[in-house]
T-cell receptor
């Protein structure tokens, strides 16, 4: 297995634009997590899914953020409209029972 | 009170030193515990799980104190390559629960 795959690796966009981040989890993992990491706040859990169903989205900052998992092999995190304060590294991770494996992250810069 | 708290450091130690990190968690129902390592501009990766009886992996020893709700990581004979951020991770083992990360402790080992 190639591990958790995220795309794009880097994204630079202008304020107000829509941004879509993508994630392909490891096959067979039934949990998928979206995290955001900044120097100030560390690694924050945004939302996670269990068997494609959103379980807890209390970490989603506001209505501008939305996440979907239409099937077991794909998830998206969308920001619309984007703002400069959304600039961060966004990680997707998947797990089965215990250990979580992370993708390489998407470094988002909103200018 | 935050769910998982760590001393951010940085811890600056010479090669060969022994260094210990502590982490406290707020939810007494927490069941699974881990230490992750994150290198600069990389994704977090599992370093080791933490078991109730304590466990050792080479130069690394992890311990859990449920009564006081803290986890520790001891690194003996530090190497330059140990320089990284160490993340304390807690999971509540009820059905459908997520991994919660501390902000991490930064270690810098110098020659």
């Amino acid at each position: 297995d190639a591990g958790v795959i995220q795309s794009p690796r880097h994204e630079v966009t202008e304020m107000g634009q829509e941004v879509t981040l993508r994630c392909k989890p490891i096959s067979g993992h039934d949990y998928l997590f979206w995290y955001r990491q900044t120097m100030m706040r560390g690694l924050e859990l945004l939302i996670y899914f269990n068997n494609n169903v959103p379980i807890d989205d209390s970490g989603m900052p506001e209505d501008r953020f939305s996440a979907k998992m239409p099937n077991a092999s794909f998830s998206t995190l969308k920001i619309q409209p984007s703002e400069p304060r959304d600039s961060a590294v966004y990680f997707c991770a998947s797990s089965s029972v215990n250990e979580a494996f992370f993708g390489q992250g998407t470094r988002l810069t909103v200018v | 009170r935050k769910e998982v708290e760590q001393d951010p450091g940085p811890f600056n130690v010479p090669e060969g030193a022994t260094v210990a990190f502590n982490c406290t968690y707020s939810n007494s129902a927490s069941q699974s515990f881990f230490w992750y390592r994150q290198d600069c501009r990389k994704e977090p990766k599992l370093l080791m799980s933490v078991y109730s009886s304590g466990n050792e992996d080479g130069r690394f020893t992890a311990q859990l104190n449920r009564a006081s709700q803290y986890i520790s990581l001891l690194i003996r004979d530090s190497k330059l390559s140990d320089s990284a951020t160490y993340l304390c991770v807690v999971r509540f083992n009820q059905a459908g629960t997520a991994l919660i990360f501390g902000k991490g402790t930064t270690l810098s080992v110098s020659s």
